[in-house]
């Protein structure tokens, strides 16, 4: 029956390492860089002149230019000419949202492969006209002649000449995502200590993760970069403890460059197929996206924490699959703060909290510690924000896949206070 | 052109310079599919077994063919280009003066890049005394002409076993080609008949080949050579390469695999994948390699255990675990990249010589266990111009360029081509035998 759904595959990945801001990519665009990943993806996978259904990717930051990123990433690569592409954006769940996307029309027999991928730079982002110099502009370009271009000219003033570089802060708040942080952090009493311990694990995992092989398959070398730069596979309690604060104020500034993520470069790839397609491709699944829940939070007029989004789309997920938290082997949940995912945890196991905000009967439950991020996650990596959904997801497909069985959850917060999780299994 | 000795010996003031000093110029050498630029003259000492083989495989090459006692086709001014001699038919000692008589005359006026293939059978099958006397003689035969022969032109010896007759295909056409340009004074053993329905200008369609270290150098030569043959290539070499396995992977079609061969886990990462993606492997190139010089007495143990890790132990545990999980197909092809150190010896490289002879021993381990129509070989290296070779002391790599018949380095290519044709399906008949690529370096000699 050609309408009944399938479940989607995940056959392969590649990614580029992380790069702090203004580093090893500081030269490199969004396309240099999602050209490198995908190039790496059809290198691994042998798909030279394959003609793909569709490649989903997108990125925050984002020239004017770039209005066809992926497409035109596509155009340049090694796979066939004739394979669509589409951009999307959801802040930090890009990456994941673009998974959803495809891994869904793979289940609805749209397609039979496709690939997700996402990409940010913060080293190379556009920086804008200010609104007063662009409206003079296009009412320069509107104007009939010469003379009436030049009678536009005594209008410019110098402060036309200071560029909008993009913030990163919700418009609606003017806060930055830190501040946003901050406040939950405080909320939750999430102590400094807690902090930085999931911090140092996210390094000491990511370091151990690099060294046993896990990336050999998941990562191809870029521009002198082996590994993420941002991994400090030395740093220690000690070393974190002594981070000033970066958000917050007084007493309770608990959060540190040390515990919350870096701004970072990079771009990550995810192929995506059918079974029988991938057999035919000598591809055999890693992992399988059975589901996934977007929820939203109204973080403006105070109700919710900005990054709490999944805590609300995780329960809403485990209700319709029948499942319970406890049901997981592996938990990836991207670590935007420290203190986002501990407040995450927290959250589920309050009841007063799980009654009233998320309508149930008691605590969501709790969430094995040592089941968490077990190969290290953003902390450690870096977070190019479109990029960390496709990360996480190949991230979960391999360490399901090195299992031989179990399920994954993934989870990850979005500006604009969206949140996205899902379900791999295998 | 990093040869500067090439170059001036090919200006005329130079080239006087060098012929004073009594130096021979390097050649140019004819590489690749380039027909040789002359006729083939071929003949029989004594009454050789080979004749109808070798008329068949010169027939199908299309060349003007000079056979004593036959019409001969093509311009009767043109010099020579290959002389072919089968010598099987040698009984005794007397018989040796129709080497002299074959080839006293024309070896004076061999075309450039010109081939000298003498066939003999193999002395431990001789039935008597004077016959293994005769055989062997032809070994030292052919290694002196070899060292008289100029302009590029190569001498090498092909020992065919009694019913092996049908064996000599692919390693005769390789012989005469530009694809053997580095290849001097071997003696090479068919062992057996072979059966080749491949077609001769893609023998590796429909293939899987496996080149480890092939981000680089010698190896991602073969992974070009074997590409071009038509097989899809898996390219391996460690994590740290992957974005030149990734360029060339893309480029040549194949696919790139970022391993540490030394990792524990690595046997198993391979033979799953190859299970996995191919469902069998035809060509397995062990190529992956690494020096840490420095003499015995200077070296420690970590510089001993590296080499060895990567070199020797690494191509055996790969090669048992694919052999395990019964992934080489029928006609599989495994080729060992072992070097000239391994046989000859170097100063500073007791570690690097020890695991490149122990290559040569797993090599002839597996040609007795791998079955069916499949083989093992290893080539040997010399002189190859890489950057492995042109990070070297100047008079170092002068002296290692120069200390050949051929004066001169080889190529990666030269190396590829050697592997590409003892993987080819067609060359069955070859097991267990040792092809130096080294233009008959004195080393070792
Ligand atoms: N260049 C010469 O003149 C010469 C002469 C004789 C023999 N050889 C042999 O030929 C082979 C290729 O030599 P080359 O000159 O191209 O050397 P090279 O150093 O340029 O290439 C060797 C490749 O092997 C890879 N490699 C090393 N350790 C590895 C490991 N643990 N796992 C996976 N890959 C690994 C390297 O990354 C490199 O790409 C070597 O085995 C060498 O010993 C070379």
């Known amino acids: 029956m050609a309408s009944t759904p399938r479940k989607a595959a995940v056959l392969a990945a590649n990614r580029i390492p992380f790069a702090r801001a203004n580093g090893a990519y500081r030269r490199a665009s969004n396309a240099d860089m999602l050209g490198a990943a995908l190039d790496g993806l059809v290198a691994r996978t042998g798909l030279q002149g394959e003609r793909l259904g569709e490649v989903?990717?997108?990125?925050?930051?984002?020239?004017?230019?770039?209005?066809?990123?992926?497409?035109?990433?596509?155009?340049?690569?090694?796979?066939?000419?004739?394979?669509?592409?589409?951009?999307?954006?959801?802040?930090?769940?890009?990456?994941?949202?673009?998974?959803?996307?495809?891994?869904?029309?793979?289940?609805?027999?749209?397609?039979d492969s496709g690939v997700a991928a996402g990409v940010d730079t913060v080293s190379d982002a556009p920086v804008a006209l200010n609104d007063d110099l662009r409206r003079l502009l296009m009412d320069a370009n509107a104007a009939g002649g010469p003379l009436e271009v030049a009678a536009l000219l005594p209008r410019l003033r110098p402060h036309h000449l200071v560029p909008e570089i993009p913030k990163n802060a919700e418009p609606r708040t003017g806060l930055s995502m830190g501040e946003h942080a901050a406040i939950t952090t405080r909320e939750w009493?999430?102590?400094?200590?807690?902090?930085?311990?999931?911090?140092?694990?996210?390094?000491?995992?990511?370091?151990?993760?690099?060294?046993?092989?896990?990336f050999d398959d998941l990562l191809t070398p870029y521009l002198g970069l082996q590994r993420d730069d941002n991994l400090r596979a030395d740093t220690s309690l000690e070393k974190l403890s002594q981070l000033e604060p970066a958000f917050g104020t007084g007493e309770g500034a608990t959060m540190t460059p040390g515990n919350s993520t870096p701004l970072t470069d990079g771009a990550p790839t995810v192929l995506l197929g059918s079974e029988e397609w991938g057999r035919a491709h000598g591809l055999a699944p890693l992992a399988f996206v059975v589901d996934a829940e977007i929820a939203a939070v109204d973080?403006?007029?105070?109700?919710?924490?900005?990054?709490?989004?999944?805590?609300?789309?995780?329960?809403?997920?485990?209700?319709?699959?029948?499942?319970?938290?406890?049901?997981?082997?592996?938990?990836?949940?991207?670590?935007?703060?420290?203190?986002?995912?501990?407040?995450?945890?927290?959250?589920?196991?309050?009841?007063?909290?799980?009654?009233?905000?998320?309508?149930?009967?008691?605590?969501?439950?709790?969430?094995?510690?040592?089941?968490?991020?077990?190969?290290?996650?953003?902390?450690?990596?870096?977070?190019?924000?479109?990029?960390?959904?496709?990360?996480?997801?190949?991230?979960?497909?391999?360490?399901?896949?090195?299992?031989?069985?179990?399920?994954?959850?993934?989870?990850?917060?979005?500006?604009?206070?969206?949140?996205?999780?899902?379900?791999l299994e295998r | 052109m990093g040869d500067w000795y090439q170059q001036l010996t090919s200006h005329p003031l130079g080239r006087q310079a060098t012929s004073l000093l009594g130096l021979p110029g390097p050649a140019q050498l004819r590489r690749g599919d380039d027909p040789p630029p002359g006729p083939v003259l071929a003949g029989d000492a004594g009454k050789g077994r080979l004749g109808a083989h070798l008329r068949r495989v010169l027939g199908d090459l299309h060349l003007p063919l000079r056979w004593p006692g036959d019409e001969a086709t093509g311009a009767a001014e043109d010099d020579n280009a290959c002389l072919v001699l089968d010598a099987t038919g040698l009984a005794e000692p007397a018989d040796l003066l129709s080497l002299h008589t074959f080839f006293h005359e024309p070896v004076r006026r061999l075309a450039p890049s010109g081939r000298v293939v003498v066939f003999g059978g193999v002395p431990a099958e001789a039935s008597s005394p004077a016959e293994r006397a005769a055989q062997h003689a032809l070994t030292g035969f052919v290694r002196s002409l070899a060292k008289e022969l100029r302009g590029g032109a190569t001498a090498n010896l092909v020992q065919v076993a009694r019913d092996a007759e049908g064996g000599l295909d692919s390693t005769l056409r390789f012989l005469l080609s530009g694809r053997s340009a580095f290849v001097d004074a071997q003696t090479i053993p068919i062992t057996r008949s072979a059966t080749?329905?491949?077609?001769?200008?893609?023998?590796?369609?429909?293939?899987?080949?496996?080149?480890?270290?092939?981000?680089?150098?010698?190896?991602?030569?073969?992974?070009?050579?074997?590409?071009?043959?038509?097989?899809?290539?898996?390219?391996?070499?460690?994590?740290?390469?992957?974005?030149?396995?990734?360029?060339?992977?893309?480029?040549?079609?194949?696919?790139?695999?970022?391993?540490?061969?030394?990792?524990?886990?690595?046997?198993?990462?391979?033979?799953?994948?190859?299970?996995?993606?191919?469902?069998?492997?035809?060509?397995?190139?062990?190529?992956?390699?690494?020096?840490?010089?420095?003499?015995?007495?200077?070296?420690?143990?970590?510089?001993?255990?590296?080499?060895?890790?990567?070199?020797?132990?690494?191509?055996?545990?790969?090669?048992?675990?694919?052999?395990?999980?019964?992934?080489?197909?029928?006609?599989?092809?495994?080729?060992?990249?072992?070097?000239?150190?391994?046989?000859?010896?170097?100063?500073?490289?007791?570690?690097?010589?020890?695991?490149?002879?122990?290559?040569?021993g797993l090599v002839d381990a597996l040609a007795g266990q791998v079955g069916g129509e499949a083989t093992a070989n290893a080539v040997a290296p010399g002189f190859i111009e890489t950057d492995m070779t042109a990070a070297m002391p100047f008079a170092l790599r002068e002296l290692g360029r120069r200390l050949n018949s051929l004066n001169q380095g080889g190529q990666p290519v030269d190396v590829a081509e050697t592997v590409a044709?003892?993987?080819?399906?067609?060359?069955?008949?070859?097991?267990?035998?040792?092809?130096?690529?080294?233009?008959?370096?004195?080393?070792?000699?």
């Open chain 1, 56 to 111: 989903a990717g997108g990125a925050v930051l984002k020239h004017a230019r770039d209005f066809n990123l992926t497409r035109e990433v596509v155009l340049g690569s090694k796979l066939a000419a004739d394979t669509p592409a589409f951009d999307l954006q959801q802040a930090c769940a890009t990456g994941l949202e673009a998974t959803v996307a495809i891994a869904n029309k793979i289940a609805l027999r749209q397609l």
């Open chain 1, 189 to 214: 009493e999430i102590s400094r200590d807690q902090q930085d311990r999931l911090a140092l694990a996210s390094h000491q995992q990511l370091a151990a993760a690099y060294d046993r092989g896990f």
């Open chain 1, 299 to 423: 973080y403006v007029h105070g109700h919710e924490g900005l990054l709490m989004a999944p805590v609300y789309a995780v329960p809403r997920l485990l209700a319709r699959r029948d499942l319970s938290l406890e049901d997981f082997d592996f938990y990836e949940f991207h670590e935007a703060f420290a203190s986002t995912v501990l407040a995450t945890l927290k959250a589920w196991e309050d009841p007063a909290y799980c009654k009233e905000r998320l309508g149930l009967d008691g605590p969501l439950g709790t969430v094995d510690r040592t089941r968490l991020n077990v190969v290290g996650s953003s902390l450690a990596t870096g977070h190019p924000f479109a990029a960390t959904g496709a990360r996480i997801v190949a991230t979960a497909a391999k360490l399901l896949h090195e299992k031989g069985s179990g399920r994954a959850l993934i989870s990850i917060c979005a500006a604009g206070g969206n949140g996205l999780v899902a379900i």
């Open chain 2, 196 to 360: 080749d329905a491949s077609d001769r200008s893609r023998p590796q369609a429909d293939r899987v080949a496996l080149v480890t270290g092939a981000a680089r150098g010698i190896g991602a030569a073969i992974a070009r050579t074997l590409a071009a043959d038509g097989a899809h290539v898996v390219l391996l070499d460690l994590p740290a390469q992957g974005d030149r396995l990734t360029e060339s992977a893309n480029r040549l079609g194949g696919s790139a695999m970022q391993l540490d061969i030394t990792d524990a886990a690595a046997p198993t990462r391979l033979a799953d994948r190859i299970a996995e993606r191919h469902g069998r492997l035809d060509v397995l190139v062990h190529n992956a390699g690494s020096t840490r010089d420095k003499t015995i007495a200077g070296m420690d143990a970590a510089a001993w255990e590296t080499v060895m890790a990567v070199n020797l132990s690494a191509p055996l545990r790969l090669t048992e675990a694919l052999l395990d999980r019964e992934l080489l197909s029928p006609t599989g092809r495994i080729v060992a990249v072992s070097s000239l150190s391994g046989i000859a010896g170097n100063r500073g490289q007791t570690n690097y010589a020890a695991s490149k002879a122990g290559l040569i």
């Open chain 2, 421 to 445: 044709w003892l993987a080819e399906p067609g060359s069955g008949g070859v097991n267990g035998a040792v092809v130096r690529v080294c233009g008959q370096s004195l080393l070792g000699a």
